[in-house]
């Protein structure tokens, strides 16, 4: 499992968080430590801040609690925001991937879909919707879709 790995006994011993269990890491406090280290070296999180009051991995586990499944991550709701307990979740990946500033929005006037909800709502393979768009300008025939812009 990533993030998990042996640490010496005397850690447990010394850490009073209780992130160390079975004689490895748990995922949440591993999620926790990258967090800090992406904030503090990645440049793509330059502008990124972790709230003071999660530096401390208690505070921070007692605002997120443990994440539902080993399927879940952290997720940022807004992506410029930073890592504080009202703009943070745990999702799954496919929730996450939904979220991000790069992903193309696409509307019909009734709703609001990614190009892999449009090729599932219309039945069709997203390889063919990406054409379709691309070629047509739309999904589907007699049916005006429009690319949203993207997130500013």
Same mark, same amino acid.
């Given at each position: 499992?990533?993030?998990?790995?042996?640490?010496?006994?005397?850690?447990?011993?010394?850490?009073?968080?209780?992130?160390?269990?079975?004689?490895?890491?748990?995922?949440?406090?591993?999620?926790?430590?990258?967090?800090?280290?992406?904030?503090?070296?990645?440049?793509?999180?330059?502008?990124?801040?972790?709230?003071?009051?999660?530096?401390?991995?208690?505070?921070?586990?007692?605002?997120?609690?443990?994440?539902? $499944?080993?399927?879940? *991550?952290?997720?940022?709701? +807004?992506?410029?925001?930073? =890592? #504080?307990?009202?703009?943070?979740?745990? %999702? $799954?990946?496919?929730? *996450?991937?939904?979220?991000? +500033?790069?992903?193309?929005? =696409? #509307?019909?006037?009734?709703?609001?879909? %990614?190009?892999?909800?449009?090729?599932?709502?219309?039945?069709?393979?997203?390889?063919?919707?990406?054409?379709?768009?691309?070629?047509?300008?739309?999904?589907?025939?007699?049916?005006?879709?429009?690319?949203?812009?993207?997130?500013?």
């Amino acid at each position: 499992m990533r993030g998990r790995w042996s640490y010496p006994k005397w850690v447990a011993a010394v850490v009073s968080h209780g992130a160390y269990k079975n004689g490895g890491e748990t995922p949440e406090h591993y999620i926790w430590r990258e967090m800090l280290a992406r904030c503090g070296k990645d440049a793509r999180y330059i502008n990124i801040r972790v709230c003071d009051r999660w530096r401390k991995y208690e505070n921070f586990l007692a605002d997120m609690g443990e994440r539902p $499944t080993s399927q879940h *991550q952290l997720d940022r709701i +807004n992506n410029r925001g930073h =890592y #504080t307990p009202r703009n943070c979740r745990w %999702t $799954t990946r496919s929730v *996450q991937q939904k979220n991000k +500033n790069s992903t193309r929005r =696409y #509307t019909n006037g009734k709703g609001t879909f %990614t190009l892999a909800e449009v090729a599932d709502e219309v039945g069709i393979s997203r390889a063919l919707a990406c054409w379709r768009f691309r070629e047509w300008g739309t999904f589907e025939r007699n049916v005006r879709w429009r690319e949203l812009q993207r997130r500013p």
